[in-house]
């Protein structure tokens, strides 16, 4: 496929998305970011180096979330001259996701996509502990939306470490529906000088490129590792 678009996606707010697009934007240096979150602004912020491109889902009349705006952004993406999207998908936007796809019907939505030589991967993002079950529902919703037709991909985020059970039931449903399971942690030490360190250059949004290398070392192994 010429270009590929990365949808990251979790109905549940605090997951860990705007996370993840952060290291794949560090990673993949020449991908246009897209910020889909109109409630926060914590992508636009932690990316504020890289520009990111705000589009906004909220019908100007209704005040409510525009599923239609999919097809819009879809036509940009098959317009545009650049290869790689990153999307972050704020919780609101990604709790209709799954119900666009069921409703404009998804072999068709691929089948656009295909004949323009774009390929969608949706990366949904699950935690373990309190988050495990909403963040598993929305997976489910995804995976039953989709009905085979796009590429899943589950990304457990390791801040939320599932336990024994939980990660059963997490492996058993990416092998019993064919979805490849990685996971990321940006934050592998969890001692305060690194979580503030990290904390600090996400707020400042500046990127790592001008970080001290013992500054950086924080951040560019679980970028490097990143399996996406």
């Not at 985020?157 to 990660?167: A, G, I, L, R, V």
């Amino acid at each position: 496929m010429k270009k590929k678009i990365h949808f990251i996606t979790q109905a549940k707010g605090g997951s860990g998305k705007s996370v993840l697009a952060f290291m794949l934007a560090e990673k993949y240096k020449n991908a246009v970011l897209l910020d889909l979150d109109d409630a926060t602004t914590t992508t636009m912020k932690q990316l504020a180096y890289r520009k990111p491109i705000k589009v906004s889902f909220l019908d100007p009349v209704t005040k409510r979330i525009d599923r239609g705006a999919f097809n819009s952004l879809f036509e940009s993406i098959i317009d545009a001259d650049k290869e790689l999207f990153i999307a972050d998908l704020g919780a609101s936007v990604a709790e209709q996701l799954p119900k666009y796809l069921s409703m404009n019907g998804v072999q068709v939505i691929t089948d656009i996509l295909n004949a323009s030589d774009v390929h969608l991967q949706i990366i949904c993002v699950v935690g373990g502990g309190n988050i495990f079950k909403a963040t598993m529902e929305h997976l489910v919703e995804l995976v039953d939306a989709t009905l085979g037709a796009v590429e899943i991909i589950v990304a457990h985020n390791s801040f939320y470490p599932c336990s024994d059970e939980q990660q059963a039931t997490l492996q058993d449903y990416a092998s019993q529906n064919n979805l490849i399971l990685i996971r990321f942690d940006l934050v592998k030490d969890k001692g305060e000088t690194a979580m503030r360190t990290v904390e600090n250059v996400l707020k400042d949004g500046k990127g790592i490129s001008d970080l001290s290398p013992f500054t950086s070392i924080y951040f560019k192994k679980p970028i490097d590792e990143l399996n996406l």
